[in-house]
C-alpha cells in the first residue's frame, strides 16, 4: 500500500467504477455483474480503509436496482410479492406528514453543518464531525494517558483504562473529545461503587494527517466533572495549533 502504482491503480479503480457502475446497474444484462463488483468494491473499502458503516448502506441500497421477484429468488423468500398498483390515500390531514418530513428534511441539512457554528476547527476538535458530510478528510493518532485524584486522600495516580476498553476502542478515545467525556463519567462511576470520590484529568496530545504531536487536551481540568454539550465548544480541548495537520 505505500507503493505509487498502488495508489494510482485505487485512484484510477475508484474513478473508472464510480463512472460505470450506475449505468451497469440500471442496465438488466450487466446489473448482476455491477452489483458483484459493487460488493467488491465496498468490502474492500470497508476492510482497508475502514470507512464505518458506508460501504454496508451502499450495498444495501444497490439491491433497489433489482426487481421484487429477483430479490425473492436470489434470496429464497417466502413472503408474497405485491404487485398490484394501488393508490391508497391517507384519510389525515396531509399536512401532518408533510411538516413532519420537512422537519426531518431540516434536521438532517443541520447536522452536517453545525460545526460552523462551533468554535475551532472540526479537523482539530472532533465537534460537529459526526453525522456530517466529512469522511476520509483526516486520520488522526493520539497518545492517551488518564489520572484520577482521590479527594480524600489527596493521591493523583495514573489510571489503567485500557483494560476497560477494546482495541478500536482505544484507537479512537485518545483523539475524539466526546468519546473521553463518556470514558471520564465511566471511570468516576466506577470508582464511586469502590467508594472513592476521584476527579478526572485527560492527558492527550494528537497528531493530524501524519504530523507532529500537539497537546490537545488541558490536563488540569476534571472532566468528570463537566457536562457535555454537543452543539457547543468544550473549553476543556487546547485550540488548534497553527499549521497543525501538515508534516
Known amino acids: 500500500m505505500q507503493q505509487k502504482w498502488a495508489h494510482y491503480t485505487l485512484a484510477y479503480f475508484g474513478i473508472i467504477f464510480d463512472l460505470v457502475v450506475i449505468p451497469m446497474l440500471l442496465y438488466k444484462k450487466t446489473r448482476l455483474l455491477g452489483f458483484y463488483l459493487s460488493l467488491f468494491f465496498h468490502l474492500f473499502n470497508s476492510i ?3 470507512v464505518g458503516i458506508f460501504p454496508y448502506m451502499s450495498i444495501a441500497f444497490a439491491l433497489f436496482f433489482f426487481t421484487s421477484e429477483t430479490i425473492q429468488k436470489r434470496f429464497k423468500l417466502k413472503k408474497e410479492i405485491y404487485i398490484k398498483n394501488e393508490w391508497v390515500y391517507p384519510k389525515h390531514n396531509k399536512n401532518i406528514p408533510i411538516g413532519i418530513f420537512l ?3 431540516v434536521i438532517q ?3 452536517p453543518l453545525r460545526h460552523w457554528a462551533i468554535k475551532d476547527d472540526v479537523l482539530w476538535t472532533e465537534e460537529g464531525h459526526r453525522m ?3 469522511m476520509m ?4 493518532k493520539g497518545v492517551l494517558k488518564i489520572y484520577t485524584l482521590n479527594q480524600e486522600t489527596g493521591e493523583k495516580s495514573r489510571y489503567d483504562y485500557k483494560k476497560m476498553l477494546s482495541s478500536k476502542q482505544k484507537r479512537s478515545v485518545a483523539t475524539k473529545p466526546d468519546l473521553m467525556w463518556q470514558l471520564a463519567q465511566k471511570i468516576k462511576d466506577q470508582e464511586k461503587k469502590a467508594g472513592n470520590d476521584v476527579k478526572v484529568f485527560f492527558n492527550s496530545k494528537v497528531s493530524v494527517n501524519g504530523g507532529p504531536y500537539f497537546q490537545f487536551t488541558n490536563d488540569t481540568i476534571d472532566i468528570a ?3 457535555w454539550n454537543p452543539i457547543k465548544h468544550s473549553n476543556w480541548l487546547f485550540s488548534s495549533p497553527k499549521d497543525y495537520h501538515r508534516k
Open 132 to 134: 456530517s458530510w466529512r
Open 48 to 50: 482497508v480503509f475502514q
Open 225 to 227: 466533572s463537566l457536562d
Open 103 to 105: 422537519l426531518y428534511f
Open 137 to 140: 478528510l483526516r486520520s488522526k
Open 109 to 111: 441539512l443541520g447536522l
